[in-house]
């Protein structure tokens, strides 16, 4: 399975959305005349953009980084049943499969004891 990092990810995301604000602030300015709206529109696009990126960034990190956290609650109440399931294609896939080899070690070594 190929990885493509998080911080990768976000990058581009950032670099293709400045390059929509940019095409759009430039058509605001082609096809709007008044100043006060074209000012108006930009500060509308930059707050939609604003509100895009946090809910990716709730999308992408965070939302696995609560479920990595609800996990190692389980784990440090002595609850080995629980299991990491984390399809993302980057880091959190690699913690994922690190953290589904360490409660097997665990369930194991219980049952060995």
């Not at 190929?2 to 976000?10: H, M, N, P």
């Not at 058509?27 to 990716?56: G, H, M, W």
């Not at 299991?83 to 690190?98: A, M, Q, R, S, Y």
């Amino acid at each position: 399975m190929k990885f493509t990092s998080i911080k990768k990810r976000i990058l581009i995301r950032i670099f293709f959305s400045c390059v929509g604000l940019l095409v759009l602030s430039a058509l605001t300015e082609r096809y709007i005349a008044s100043t006060f709206l074209q000012y108006l529109f930009k500060i509308a696009f930059l707050l939609i953009y604003i509100k895009l990126v946090d809910a990716s960034f709730n999308k992408r990190v965070l939302k696995p980084i609560y479920f990595l956290n609800k996990i190692a609650e389980q784990l440090a109440e002595n609850n080995l049943s629980g299991k990491v399931e984390l399809n993302t294609g980057d880091e959190f896939t690699i913690l994922d499969n690190n953290i589904n080899h360490m409660i097997e070690n665990l369930r194991r070594i219980l049952q060995e004891n």
